[in-house]
């Protein structure tokens, strides 16, 4: 069950704020307190280091551990079940609105939407294969390249593709705030379930709300966290997957 985001926000500072009474109006004020919250947070002084450290030893222990031998496995299979790359390099927006290319193994048949149409859960491009990719989330892990590179954190609000980035932060308030930090493999948003194809606007105004809170109390405690809770969410899908075939 998709929670909602507790952000802890006190007002001390604000003599009795009127709150609007309309549904979008009420939405700002949330974002404009987020904010306010937000610029005030400032993480510990050895953070962004530490933070660094571990993305680098994580991303190559798995690339060493993990992929040195599940890479031309997957790839074998990719090339077995259609016609294409075995990667897909995408251009998402990183920290501060910076441009990179984003690699995964690449899930879908090659078609001409693949960078402005979002995949959606019974999409029709993607692959025998590539379902499987996306269920265990496999398709994500070449992402630790762009760790290693600089590009991406292990833990950090999703990078999105550049189309959406450009229509979002002109219809939400503040979510260009998201681009203040490196994007992640997996973040707060995600492990809270909201996760995959943006249906509605609404479902993506509360993964900026969990991308903010996460940016105001970000911790190398909160990142581990976040890392744990991610690797279990994935080995009950994993399960679920598994106990749907033998059925």
């Given at each position: 069950m998709k929670e909602s985001a507790a952000l802890d926000i006190t007002l001390d500072k604000v003599q009795t704020p009127t709150i609007p009474n309309t549904d979008m109006a009420s939405i700002r004020f949330m974002f404009q307190?987020?904010?306010?919250?937000?610029?005030?947070h400032q993480p510990a002084s050895y953070y962004v280091a530490a933070k660094?450290?571990?993305?680098?030893?994580?991303?190559?222990t798995f690339i060493v551990t993990i992929m040195s031998w599940l890479t031309p496995l997957l790839a074998l299979l990719i090339k077995?079940?259609?016609?294409g790359p075995v990667f897909f390099i995408q251009k998402r927006t990183g920290y501060m609105g910076t441009e990179f290319d984003c690699f995964k193994f690449r899930t879908?048949?090659?078609?001409?939407?693949?960078?402005?149409?979002?995949?959606s859960i019974n999409d029709k491009r993607i692959t025998r294969i590539g379902?499987?990719?996306r269920v265990t989330h496999l398709d994500e892990t070449p992402q630790f390249f762009n760790v290693l590179l600089g590009d991406m954190s292990v833990v950090?609000?999703?990078?999105?593709?550049?189309?959406h980035t450009r229509y979002y932060s002109e219809r939400i308030p503040y979510y260009n705030l998201r681009l203040e930090v490196l994007p992640g493999m997996t973040g707060m948003a995600q492990i809270k379930d909201y996760i995959g194809e943006i249906s509605v606007e609404r479902e993506l105004r509360?993964?900026?709300q969990w991308d903010i809170y996460y940016m105001k109390n970000r911790?190398?405690?909160?990142?581990?966290?976040?890392?744990?809770?991610?690797?279990?969410?994935?080995?009950?899908?994993?399960?679920?997957?598994?106990?749907?075939?033998n059925k």
């Amino acid at each position: 069950m998709k929670e909602s985001a507790a952000l802890d926000i006190t007002l001390d500072k604000v003599q009795t704020p009127t709150i609007p009474n309309t549904d979008m109006a009420s939405i700002r004020f949330m974002f404009q307190e987020m904010n306010q919250q937000y610029l005030e947070h400032q993480p510990a002084s050895y953070y962004v280091a530490a933070k660094r450290i571990m993305d680098v030893a994580i991303a190559i222990t798995f690339i060493v551990t993990i992929m040195s031998w599940l890479t031309p496995l997957l790839a074998l299979l990719i090339k077995l079940t259609s016609k294409g790359p075995v990667f897909f390099i995408q251009k998402r927006t990183g920290y501060m609105g910076t441009e990179f290319d984003c690699f995964k193994f690449r899930t879908m048949y090659v078609n001409d939407e693949a960078h402005v149409k979002q995949v959606s859960i019974n999409d029709k491009r993607i692959t025998r294969i590539g379902k499987f990719l996306r269920v265990t989330h496999l398709d994500e892990t070449p992402q630790f390249f762009n760790v290693l590179l600089g590009d991406m954190s292990v833990v950090g609000p999703r990078p999105h593709m550049l189309y959406h980035t450009r229509y979002y932060s002109e219809r939400i308030p503040y979510y260009n705030l998201r681009l203040e930090v490196l994007p992640g493999m997996t973040g707060m948003a995600q492990i809270k379930d909201y996760i995959g194809e943006i249906s509605v606007e609404r479902e993506l105004r509360k993964r900026i709300q969990w991308d903010i809170y996460y940016m105001k109390n970000r911790s190398i405690g909160l990142d581990i966290n976040i890392l744990f809770t991610t690797l279990g969410c994935v080995f009950v899908k994993l399960y679920e997957l598994i106990s749907r075939k033998n059925k």
